[in-house]
């Protein structure tokens, strides 16, 4: 580890907390096994993004001012493994509350600590191999606000090409939409379909056993598909991989 930091806060997302729990307490394990104390406000909930997306920002406002009270608790870097929450926290809080003047300053120190989970263990702490092992051949699908929000690019391959035991497989339009945008998904199903069949298409002629992401909400739409095809992929977030030793 490369920095002085000893102390975490988690926001674990309401996709991970209701449906994957597993998967967050593997994030725990993940920072716990670097040393770190991981703290976990129990007042936390949605940071909002589905009304924002919806155009409920009234909703949204409250929803990202109840969550900074929330979060103000401490003053540790905020790790949410998601980048489509990750990137409604850091950047869009900051737009959302910038004529607040009670939330605007908050709202901007926030954005300053928040991270997502592969970001932080990459560009914070400085670490790639976590010394872990799986079997398999892996396709790496890449979600949008992670990639195009937050510019996660690099950090998930790098941490995953150390993962003794894993085939790395070139996933054909990697950086192309599952379809799942939330509430899209929903409003648009037919539109979120077509897109979600591209994806799965090219998911099966990569050859990989394994897709792997950062984002349970597109996992979970792929994950979908994939069974509503008979397919025996599997589909894992980063942190379920990372965690086995």
Avoid at 188 to 199: F, N, P, T, V
């Amino acid at each position: 580890m490369t920095t002085d930091i000893k102390t975490v806060q988690l926001f674990v997302t309401c996709l991970i907390d209701k449906f994957f729990p597993e998967t967050g307490l593997a994030v725990v394990d993940i920072l716990e096994a670097l040393g770190l104390t991981v703290e976990f406000p129990l007042a936390q909930t949605c940071c909002g993004q589905p009304a924002f997306n919806a155009g409920f920002w009234d909703d949204a406002r409250a929803m990202a001012r109840y969550t900074i009270d929330v979060l103000a608790q401490s003053d540790a870097p905020i790790i949410i493994p998601s980048g489509s929450c990750g990137d409604m926290i850091i950047h869009h809080y900051v737009d959302l509350l910038a004529n607040d003047p009670h939330y605007a300053a908050p709202a901007q120190a926030v954005s300053t600590r928040t991270y997502e989970f592969t970001q932080f263990l990459v560009d914070v702490l400085g670490v790639t191999d976590l010394h872990s092992t799986a079997t398999g051949c892996v396709a790496y699908h890449a979600s949008c606000h992670g990639l195009r929000g937050l510019g996660l690019k690099t950090q998930p391959h790098r941490l995953l090409k150390q993962v003794a035991g894993l085939e790395p497989k070139e996933l054909p339009g990697s950086e192309e939409c599952c379809g799942f945008g939330g509430l899209f998904a929903v409003k648009m199903s037919q539109i979120s379909g077509a897109i979600l069949q591209r994806k799965l298409d090219n998911i099966e002629a990569s050859g990989a056993d394994m897709v792997v992401g950062t984002d349970v909400s597109c996992l979970m739409h792929i994950a979908g598909g994939l069974r509503r095809r008979g397919s025996a992929i599997n589909v894992k977030h980063i942190a379920d991989i990372l965690r086995e030793r």
